[in-house]
Nanobody, 121 residues
Framework: QVQLVESGGGMVQPGGSLRLSCSAS????????VGWFRQAPGKEREGVSG????????YYADSVKGRFTIYRDDSKNTVYLQMNNLKPEDTAVYYC??????????????WGQGTQVTVSS
């Protein structure tokens, strides 16, 4: 069964760190671009970070630049989001998406179930 599973969420104090994992089953992540999105209560889902299939290209939202790092370990079929210096406004459910493109056209994507990140003192 094709599946994306996020893990690593939790509760942390401001200034703390978490590492989120996005692991794939029954398909290979290396052929997909992977993105991290988040959705806070009462807000729309927003893109946080992304990485190309090759790993050469990355994207970060302005709000997380310099604090979050996305990287992939293809031997583990997993993409990670290292989150440092967390702020209360980072509190949200974090989702990963694996997307397959043909050129610039999205062919299909998979989504995980989400993992809760709470930053609070």
């Amino acid at each position: 069964q094709v599946q994306l599973v996020e893990s690593g969420g939790g509760m942390v104090q401001p200034g703390g760190s978490l590492r989120l994992s996005c692991s794939a089953s029954e398909f290979t992540l290396v052929t997909h671009g992977v993105g991290w999105f988040r959705q806070a209560p009462g807000k729309e889902r927003e893109g946080v970070s992304g990485i190309s299939g090759s790993g050469e290209n990355t994207y970060y939202a302005d709000s997380v630049k310099g604090r979050f790092t996305i990287y992939r370990d293809d031997s583990k079929n997993t993409v990670y989001l290292q989150m440092n210096n967390l702020k209360p406004e980072d509190t949200a459910v974090y989702y990963c998406q694996a997307a397959y493109y043909n050129g610039d056209t999205l062919q299909y994507d998979y989504w995980g179930q989400g993992t809760q990140v709470t930053v609070s003192s």
